[in-house]
């Protein structure tokens, strides 16, 4: 006999199930034109069933964000949680960053589509710039691991790791969304590697 799912349980896949919808929907229309009737009505419940996980537009927005950053770090860490080296460790965050653009391009689309939103929504940018410094501070908590474990001098320090390495993979990610063939996982490495000083 199937187990009956707890309440809790519930709420948790109804709320996948509009974050789901939500990404699809920013990602087709855009955080303009997108409204909240069109995201429920994409996940199969009402508008007022959202209302019960989400305060409105904003905070599915900010929520959205947050579950990709988390699924970011998280896919990262595993991707290179085997490495035994700097390079290792290189090539195999390089392989999962071409991973994610050629398995999902719409997030890359729906990062963007965030960044542009944020720019222009004063109430939305200090929250996104928030989250952006912790996508930021992660890269930099790597980096420093790294250097801890291996013992090896990279050459750029954690601060200004960061902030580079997340301006090289957008760049990138928005040139392979137009011509993939020119941007492929080798390049990629081949630059993260000369940011770092790092040769094979």
Do not use: C
Not at 3 to 23: F, N
Not at 72 to 91: H, N, P
Not at 95 to 122: I, K, Y
């Amino acid at each position: 006999m199937e187990r009956r799912r707890t309440q809790a349980e519930r709420r948790s896949d109804t709320r996948k199930q509009l974050l789901d919808a939500a990404a699809e929907v920013f990602a087709r229309r855009g955080y303009r034109e997108a409204s909240v009737a069109e995201i429920a009505r994409s996940a199969g419940y009402s508008t007022g069933a959202l209302y019960v996980h989400f305060s409105g537009k904003h905070d599915l927005f900010l929520a959205l964000f947050d579950t990709a950053l988390t699924e970011w770090g998280m896919g990262y860490l595993d991707a290179t949680s085997q490495a035994g080296t700097v390079a290792e460790m290189i090539e195999a965050a390089g392989r999962r960053w071409g991973q994610l653009q050629d398995e999902n391009p719409a997030q890359t689309m729906l990062f963007m589509e965030f960044w542009s939103v944020a720019v222009r929504d004063s109430d939305l940018r200090g929250e996104f710039a928030q989250r952006h410094a912790a996508m930021r501070a992660t890269i930099g908590s790597l980096v420093a691991g790294l250097r801890s474990a291996t013992g090896v001098e990279l050459g750029v320090s954690e601060e200004k790791v960061g902030p580079i390495l997340t301006a090289l993979a957008d760049g990138f990610a928005l040139q392979r969304l137009i011509d993939p063939e020119a941007v492929p996982d080798s390049l990629f490495i081949e630059a993260v590697q000369a940011v770092l000083g790092i040769r094979e």
